[in-house]
Antibody, heavy 119, light 107 residues
Framework: QLQLQESGPGLVKPSETLSLTCTVS??????????WGWIRQPPGKGLEWIGS???????YYNPSLKSRVTMSVDTSKNQFSLKLISVTAADTAVYYC???????????WGQGTMVTVSS | DIQMTQSPSSLSASVGDRVTITCRAS??????VTWYQQKPGKAPKLLIY???SLQSGVPSRFSGSGSGIDFTLTISSLQPEDFATYYC?????????FGGGTKVEIK
């Protein structure tokens, strides 16, 4: 059964870089023909898509975050990663990784990881 | 970006009630709508995809309908485990966007 697990620091200082990794188990990123995405949810608020990556490394990002986001994939480790630069308190949220088809819903989610931006 | 407007933002209902949640898109999105259920402290769970297709393992009391700009999630007979927040999402065009959520509470 496919599972996703986010990992990374729970506390990031303002103006620094948020870095998270999603590890996929029970299946392979390679050959899946799916996209692998990041979604976040500020405390008590709704869901915001950050961006997605294909196994080839092709990416597409939310225009609202595009200038600050970089995603990468390491198929040898069955992982994909998110970097968000120049963070502020507004980036405080639970960050989820998820699997999805190109034009479809997010079918499998990680459990989420809380990231707080604070000095 | 396509805006997804969900209503109501919250509702109170009793076990056994029929519950309807609506989502209106800011432009036509064909049938590219997904519905999720989220419980506190948990990741969202996909319930319905492509407007009306039930995800494997999801109870048949959940159903979806609509096309174009107006979409509906219906719970035919509310169960205790259904008290949660529900979100719609469009995948017609990038960026994929979510509705603001509907919190279903116990009356």
């Amino acid at each position: 059964q496919l599972q996703l697990q986010e990992s990374g620091p729970g506390l990031v200082k303002p103006s620094e870089t948020l870095s998270l990794t999603c590890t996929v188990s029970g299946g392979s990123i390679s050959g899946s023909s799916y996209y692998w995405g990041w979604i976040r949810q500020p405390p008590g608020k709704g869901l915001e898509w950050i961006g997605s990556i294909y196994e080839s490394g092709s990416t597409y990002y939310n225009p609202s975050l595009k200038s600050r986001v970089t995603m990468s994939v390491d198929t040898s480790k069955n992982q994909f990663s998110l970097k968000l630069i120049s963070v502020t308190a507004a980036d405080t949220a639970v960050y989820y990784c998820a699997k999805h088809p190109l034009r479809g819903g997010f079918g499998i989610w990680g459990q989420g990881t809380m990231v707080t931006v604070s000095s | 970006d396509i805006q997804m407007t969900q209503s109501p933002s919250s509702l109170s209902a009793s076990v056994g009630d029929r519950v309807t949640i609506t989502c209106r898109a800011s432009q036509s999105i064909s049938n590219y709508v997904t519905w999720y259920q989220q419980k506190p402290g948990k990741a969202p769970k996909l319930l319905i995809y492509a407007t009306s297709s039930l995800q494997s393992g999801v109870p048949s009391r959940f159903s979806g309908s609509g096309s174009g700009i107006d979409f509906t999630l219906t719970i035919s007979s509310l169960q205790p485990e259904d008290f949660a927040t529900y979100y719609c999402q469009q995948s017609y065009s990038s960026p994929p966007t979510f509705g603001g959520g509907t919190k279903v509470e116990i009356k």
